[in-house]
């Protein structure tokens, strides 16, 4: 920690009302890389979280009454000082979360493209003139921000997946409140001084970081002043924390679990699909919750297609992630390594060919090598179940329909990818696919400007994108009556 250049990044408690508030216990955050304790954080309690929450309730009426204008400004002014730490603000990325501080950097990039695509977007909160049924009415369309936000964020993505939710909630006119995973508290308790830098009012952008996961996740679910929850996370416990809404009917954003299909067919470009398994798949040791999951060949290019993946995969170095040229981390516990290698090692032993890794590096215990597996079926659990890890599973198909048909066969619809340079082909097999997000010759799919968003047990509601204010917004309805008197 000692080589940030702006030791003032490093925050150590939770963030309310623009102050930093200790605790009676605090939580050690280590590096997953090498196992160290790099910070020792004040351990917030659900009563803390209570009080973050009545801080943004009291600080809505006036960011709401904020012109557009102003609001854009502010969130444009965060985004400048997210760019201007990207160093800082990766390498604590990185420290806590494991990935490689290439990625890292890329990810405060992608994070700050949010707050300034909804910088920009607040000033477009548009109503509506709706033509009246009589000549002394008028109907109009108001849009107003629903009030107070929550939110729970994953490890994965500490940065960018809590600028991509607070930017729209901020744009719309709410506060918010956000419990950040105990693994990866610093870099939101980074963007809480950064927001403060900017200029953001007390009470607009509040920081929980705790360990008591369930508390916390229970004032946020249940507390009445909330009137959104949004959370990114596991299918499992998304279902849990949207019951605890029902009574309060909160409105709610759900993105959850994924088991992304990559197919390749047989008059694809198969260089371009390597590449473009290599990034979905590999980016962040695959555990991404859009990373690919399945790999689908078609069987007259399967072989040519594995032996050019091999190669690739050849290239990959596993290690710390701030050492130069390093591009797959650790994974982030001793339990995520365990599920990974269970699920590879019941793989091999229903049938599947192993052709590289299926073990951990002997350099560390958290990180698992690059793996290839081929002969795998529908049947087998790491077919259906999210991996999380880098491992690439190989199946087969015959034709276009069976390629779908495989597809299709989870519960699960976040985001899918396939490679063809039929025409027709591209049509019908993007339409037949029951996912949100379809990437088609493309491996990296996510961007500000794009509705990010799954449809069966992946969830829903939208961030980014046009879309991505709607969760933010109510819809008021104004008859104007009398008009003609």
């Excluded at 607009?204 to 009137?227: E, P, S, Y």
């Excluded at 958290?366 to 999210?386: C, D, H, K, W």
Aim: hydrophobic share 45%; glycine share 10%; aromatic share 8%.
């Amino acid at each position: 920690m000692s080589t940030l250049n702006d030791q003032g990044l490093l925050k150590n408690s939770s963030y309310w009302q623009s102050q930093w508030h200790a605790a009676a216990k605090d939580f050690t955050v280590s590096n997953p890389a090498t196992g160290k304790v790099i910070a020792r954080v004040a351990d917030a309690s659900a009563a803390d979280a209570e009080q973050a929450v009545a801080a943004a309730d009291t600080a809505f009426a006036g960011w709401a009454a904020k012109p557009a204008a102003e609001r854009s400004s502010l969130l444009m002014r965060w985004q400048q000082l997210m760019l201007q730490h990207q160093d800082d603000l990766a390498l604590l990325l990185t420290l806590e979360q494991g990935k490689p501080l290439a990625e890292a950097k890329g990810e405060i990039v992608y994070g700050a493209s949010y707050l300034q695509w909804f910088a920009e977007e607040a000033r477009r909160i548009y109503g509506d003139v709706i033509p009246g049924p009589a000549s002394d009415k008028r109907l109009l369309v108001l849009k107003q921000p629903v009030g107070v936000v929550a939110a729970i964020t994953p490890w994965n993505f500490p940065n960018a997946m809590i600028a991509r939710k607070a930017a729209a909630a901020l744009a719309a006119g709410c506060t918010f409140v956000v419990k950040p995973a105990q693994q990866t508290p610093l870099s939101a308790l980074a963007m809480a001084e950064l927001a403060d830098r900017a200029g953001i009012p007390a009470g607009v952008f509040n920081v929980v970081a705790g360990t008591d996961a369930a508390g916390i996740g229970q004032v946020l679910t249940t507390d009445a002043r909330i009137a959104k929850f949004s959370f990114t996370g596991s299918t499992r416990i998304g279902k849990l924390l949207a019951q605890q809404c029902a009574d309060s009917m909160k409105r709610l954003s759900m993105e959850l679990g994924g088991n992304a299909p990559f197919m390749v067919f047989a008059d694809a470009d198969l260089d371009a699909a390597v590449d473009g398994l290599m990034a979905s798949k590999f980016r962040n040791a695959g555990q991404t919750c859009v990373c690919t999951n399945r790999v689908l060949i078609e069987q007259t290019v399967l072989a040519a297609f594995t032996e050019k993946l091999q190669h690739a995969m050849a290239k990959l170095i596993v290690g710390d992630g701030t050492v130069a040229g390093v591009n797959i981390g650790p994974l982030i516990s001793d339990d995520a390594c365990n599920k990974v290698d269970e699920l590879v090692q019941r793989a091999v032993a229903q049938g599947a060919t192993l052709h590289c890794g299926g073990k951990r590096s002997a350099a560390a215990s958290l990180f698992y090598l690059p793996t290839l597996l081929s002969g795998v079926s529908n049947n087998m659990a790491i077919a259906r179940q999210e991996i999380f890890g880098p491992v690439v599973a190989v199946q087969s198909f015959s034709d276009e329909a069976e390629a779908i048909q495989l597809a299709n066969a989870t519960e699960f619809g976040l985001a899918a990818y396939f490679y063809s340079r039929d025409i027709g082909r591209i049509w019908r097999v993007a339409e037949g696919l029951q996912f949100g997000m379809v990437g088609v010759n493309e491996g990296i799919i996510s961007n500000a400007a794009a509705p990010f968003g799954g449809v069966k047990q992946s969830g829903y509601g939208r961030e980014g994108s046009k879309y991505g204010l709607d969760d933010y917004l109510d819809i008021k309805y104004l008859c104007l009556g009398g008009l003609d008197k």
